[in-house]
Each structure stands twice: as structure tokens, then as C-alpha cells.
């Protein structure tokens, strides 16, 4: 199985600051990588597919890079609603696996 | 809009087999992948498998031998089967339309096993 490892686990940010939020994958998993947001009681919200790809109606200040291994998401200006759990996803090869989450909290 | 909704009992006793129906609305269930997610209470995300809709399966090698996912495209639905469940089986069970990446999801559904 391919292993995604996420950090920071949880970080603390204000509002109008930029988060970057990291995904490395235990092996090459070219571009085949998205980025989910989930709210408490929610179900995942795609954000970003194949690594890079903004999914239709998510804001623009979200923004994935990265290719092979190590991946980014960007929040450029995070905003209240943004306050959430990020998952990134690998679709390489099944069993399709997630990274562990990254708790964004209000500073 | 595609919609999808999971049904079934919220509570499982151990040893049994917990079964949820994934119904979809607004949509064909035909050429397309579905999917089960699940999410232990507090936890991450654990892919359980998919079937495409002309029944072919791909299942998480970790519960491959627990599981079944079957489609009935005449009630445009497809469910889950997951036999011997213990306590780390509690978990909000997710459908979800896609093979790779997944932009519609179910609300989820909170199974628990307990006698």
C-alpha cells in the first residue's frame, strides 16, 4: 500500500493568512493526488484533483502543487469558512489511501 | 444535481454482517465507479472499495474478505456488505460516485457494533 504522511498535523493560522499544508507519498505517485476539506458532521469536499486541478465551484485562494512524491495545497488568504480538516487522497494504484489530516484552527 | 444517500441500521452486534444501501438521485448510476469510505469516530478516511456499474469490484485487500459491494441499476442503487464485524468496524460509512477522486458523496451513515 502507498503511505501518505500529511504535516503539520494541526496548525493554528488568522484570518487572510497563507496555509500551506504538505503530502508526501511512500513512493512516485505522479500528479495522482487530490485534496479534500471536511467540517465536522460533513462528508469530504473535493478541493483539488490530480494534484493541481482546481474542482469546479471551490474558491481560487485554493491551489495544489507537486508531482512524484511531495505535494502542496495553498490556502493564499484563509477565510472563516476555510477552519476545517484537510485530507489528501493518492489515486495511483488501489487500495487508495489518505493522509492522515491537517487540522486548521483559528489563532 | 447528483445526490446520493446511505440507509441502513445504525446498530450492528458483533459477529454479524452490517449491510447499507446507497441510493442515488439526479443522476444514471450507469458508466460510472461507486464507492464506500468509511471513518472511524475521530479518525481518517479508509477506502473500502468500488464496483463499477456493469458489477466489477475492487475491494481494500485489508477487508477483501469481509466485503461485497453489489449494484442493482434498475433501483439505481448499490450496497455494501461487510460479514464478522467487531467494534473497530464503528465507524460513518460513506457512499461516494468515483473510482480515483471523489466529488459526490453521500452524508454518511454512522454504523456501530455493539451487543
Known amino acids: 500500500d502507498i503511505q501518505m504522511t500529511q504535516s503539520p498535523s494541526s496548525l493554528s493560522a488568522s484570518v487572510g493568512d497563507r496555509v500551506s499544508i504538505t503530502c508526501r507519498a511512500s513512493?512516485?505517485?505522479?500528479?495522482?493526488l487530490n485534496w479534500y476539506q471536511q467540517k465536522p458532521g460533513k462528508a469530504p469536499k473535493l478541493l483539488i484533483y490530480?494534484?493541481?486541478s482546481l474542482q469546479s465551484g471551490v474558491p481560487s485562494r485554493f491551489s495544489g502543487s507537486g508531482s512524484g512524491t511531495d505535494f502542496t495545497l495553498t490556502i493564499s488568504s484563509l477565510q472563516p469558512e476555510d477552519f476545517a480538516v484537510y485530507y489528501c487522497?493518492?489515486?495511483?494504484?488501489?487500495?487508495?489511501?489518505f493522509g492522515g489530516g491537517t487540522k486548521v484552527e483559528i489563532k | 444535481q447528483v445526490q446520493l444517500q446511505e440507509s441502513g441500521p445504525g446498530l450492528v452486534k458483533p459477529s454479524e454482517t452490517l449491510s447499507l444501501t446507497c441510493t442515488v438521485s439526479?443522476?444514471?448510476?450507469?458508466?460510472?465507479?461507486w464507492s464506500w469510505i468509511r471513518q472511524p469516530p475521530g479518525k481518517g478516511l479508509e477506502w473500502i472499495g468500488y464496483?463499477?456499474?456493469?458489477?466489477?469490484?475492487n475491494y481494500n485487500p485489508s477487508l477483501k474478505s469481509r466485503v461485497t459491494i453489489s449494484v442493482d441499476t434498475s433501483k439505481i442503487q448499490f450496497s455494501l456488505k461487510l460479514s464478522s464485524v467487531t467494534a473497530a468496524d464503528t465507524a460513518v460509512y460513506y457512499c461516494?460516485?468515483?473510482?480515483?477522486?471523489?466529488?459526490?458523496w453521500g452524508q454518511g451513515t454512522l454504523v456501530t457494533v455493539s451487543s
Open positions: 513512493q512516485s505517485i505522479s500528479n495522482y
Open positions: 439526479g443522476g444514471s448510476i450507469s458508466s460510472y465507479y
Open positions: 487522497q493518492q489515486s495511483y494504484s488501489t487500495p487508495l489511501t
Open positions: 464496483i463499477y456499474y456493469s458489477g466489477t469490484t
Open positions: 490530480a494534484a493541481s
Open positions: 461516494a460516485r468515483g473510482s480515483g477522486n471523489y466529488g459526490y
